[in-house]
């Protein structure tokens, strides 16, 4: 069975520019979450989706949103880019988000 | 929200030696994960453990949900076990795991 997918694996923006980071969960699954990790630190909770309602959001400002589509994909947007906004964005699917959570590759951001 | 401490925060071994890594946890968890990110940034589930003990080849993990701490063996070290091993913990009504900073492990061949 296929995994999580992301996507791009890699990107650059510069600062001022929107970027939307693409995710497709483990087939089932109808959970997924978003976290941002920068380096040497773990990864930090942005969203949770289930069944294309957010339940849960961590502490990032109004620039960073999500959403999930009926075939339980998701995508991240994150508007007016930072240069701290450079980091892995990782995503995660479980089959109702209160379980063990499995994480995709990650995209890597870098905002210049 | 609930604070999560690992250590140490740097770990180097020769292949084959044992090695054990803590976690800390500030309230009680109703989920605790360990995780292994490899150096290409993937993070793999290595045991879904809220309580007691489990074990998965080399690998082992305990956690004594009343004293608020969890510890990750690892037996007879490998260099593919070089990383970093992540303890994520959720607490309360929330699933929303907070993670720790996570111990970073070479292995020496």
């Known amino acids: 069975d296929a995994g999580v997918t992301q996507s791009p694996t890699h990107l650059i923006k510069t600062r001022g520019q929107h970027v939307t980071l693409r995710c497709s969960p483990i087939s089932g699954h109808k959970s997924v979450s978003w976290y941002q990790q920068v380096l040497g630190q773990g990864p930090q909770f942005i969203f949770q989706?289930?069944?294309?309602?957010?339940?849960g959001r961590g502490n990032f400002p109004d620039r960073f949103s999500a959403r999930q589509f009926p075939n339980y994909s998701s995508e991240l947007n994150v508007n007016a880019l930072l240069l701290g906004d450079s980091a892995l964005y990782l995503c995660a699917s479980s089959p109702q988000g209160q379980e063990t959570q499995y994480f995709g590759p990650g995209t890597r951001l870098l905002v210049l | 929200g609930i604070q999560v401490e690992q250590s140490p925060p740097d770990l180097i071994l020769q292949e084959g030696a044992n090695s054990t890594l803590r976690c800390n946890f500030s309230?009680?968890?109703?989920?605790l994960q360990w995780f292994h990110q490899n150096p290409w940034g993937q993070l793999i589930n290595l045991f879904y453990i809220p309580s007691g003990t489990k074990q998965n080849g080399r690998l082992s993990a305990t956690t004594v949900a009343t004293e608020r701490y969890s510890l990750l063996y690892i037996s007879s070290s490998q260099t593919t076990d070089s990383g970093v091993y992540f303890c994520a913990v959720s607490s309360g009504g929330s699933y929303i795991p907070t993670f720790g900073r996570g111990t970073s492990l070479i292995v020496h061949p």
């Open positions: 989706y289930y069944e294309k309602e957010e339940r």
């Open positions: 309230d009680s968890v109703n989920n």
